[in-house]
């Protein structure tokens, strides 16, 4: 009777020594990602600042119940999936258009000047936008103001009035990575097979039929992974850039979870009742997170590993 052959490791023929290159990362993930779970106990807890997070008293769901009674909140959540929403359909539409744009582009020069120039804004931080915002947006004497007055109109206060705040969000944060995710459909269009383009020419399809035909349907499995996966956000509406933007006179409409977060831990000094908050919105973005990565395994077959 032969002997059964060994089951080979998933390690065999790999450099072991590599993997200590892990280790530093390991351990700044422990530090910084696993580490602060620690305090989350806190959320569960009248928090003493005096008495640490050990000797605090145990009061349960009290620090939630707070949260869902909070005045207002039920807008908060509201405004956060509101704004949300927005940026997660525009930045999934306008990066697609202005991909399929840029591939009708035949000068190879002009489509990589204007690829570069589109995706710098990627790496420019939400305080600098948001400074130069607030300059040329001034009602008194901002820059897009000043050109409302010389075709004789009054000057408006974007960042003070409700109904231009949303879109000023928006409009901001497109301009600011759809750049970034242009380049991921550039990249799937280099897999399509230029023949197909060569067939359609022989056959006098014009430059829209191939793009309606050959281009978007090439496209098809990353659009979908994108769209799905971008669930995983719908509780994510920018904390940087809120933050940096708003003012009392429009907390009715941009006030999210992530600003109350804020207010409620480091300027009220309610950390308990942060800490609910933010482990609220924690366990229900992990939640969304899993259900769009198990839809994006049903629908395009996308797997981490």
Not at 33 to 58: C, E, H, M, T
Not at 132 to 145: E, F, H, Q, R, W
Not at 201 to 213: C, E, G, L
Not at 259 to 273: E, F, I, K, P, S
Request: with cysteine; hydrophobic share 50%; net charge positive.
């Amino acid at each position: 009777m032969s002997a059964q052959p060994k089951k080979k490791s998933r390690f065999a023929g790999v450099d072991k020594s590599l993997y200590l290159m892990l280790i530093p990362g390991a351990i700044i993930v422990a530090i910084y990602s696993y580490g602060p779970l620690f305090g989350l106990q806190i959320a569960f807890k009248r928090y003493d600042i005096v008495q640490g997070i050990w000797n605090s008293p145990w009061i349960g769901l009290t620090n939630f119940k707070y949260v869902m009674s909070y005045p207002g909140f039920w807008q908060i959540v509201f405004n956060t999936v509101y704004i949300a929403l927005l940026k997660m359909i525009f930045r999934y539409v306008v990066p697609i258009v202005v991909a399929l744009l840029l591939n009708e582009v035949l000068n190879l020069k002009f489509k990589r000047i204007v690829q570069t120039l589109i995706y710098l804004p990627h790496f420019i931080s939400w305080i600098v936008i948001c400074g130069v915002l607030i300059s040329i947006l001034d009602p008194t004497d901002g820059a897009v103001n000043e050109i409302l007055k010389v075709f004789g109109m009054e000057p408006v206060y974007f960042l003070g009035n409700k109904s231009t705040f949303r879109p000023v969000l928006v409009i901001s944060d497109v301009w600011k990575e759809f750049g970034y995710g242009t380049i991921i459909y550039m990249a799937a269009l280099t897999g399509i097979d230029p023949t197909l383009y060569e067939a359609a020419t022989i056959d006098r399809a014009n430059r829209f039929q191939k793009m309606w035909y050959i281009t978007l349907p090439g496209m098809a499995p990353v659009i979908v992974l994108t769209g799905i996966l971008g669930l995983g956000s719908l509780l994510s509406a920018g904390f940087d850039q809120i933050f940096n933007l708003y003012n009392p006179l429009v907390y009715d409409v941009a006030d999210v979870l992530d600003t109350l977060t804020y207010r409620m831990g480091l300027v009220n000094a309610q950390y308990d009742v942060s800490t609910a908050i933010s482990l609220m919105t924690s366990v229900i973005n992990a939640g969304l997170v899993g259900i769009s990565y198990f839809i994006a395994y049903k629908v395009a077959g996308y797997r981490i590993f």
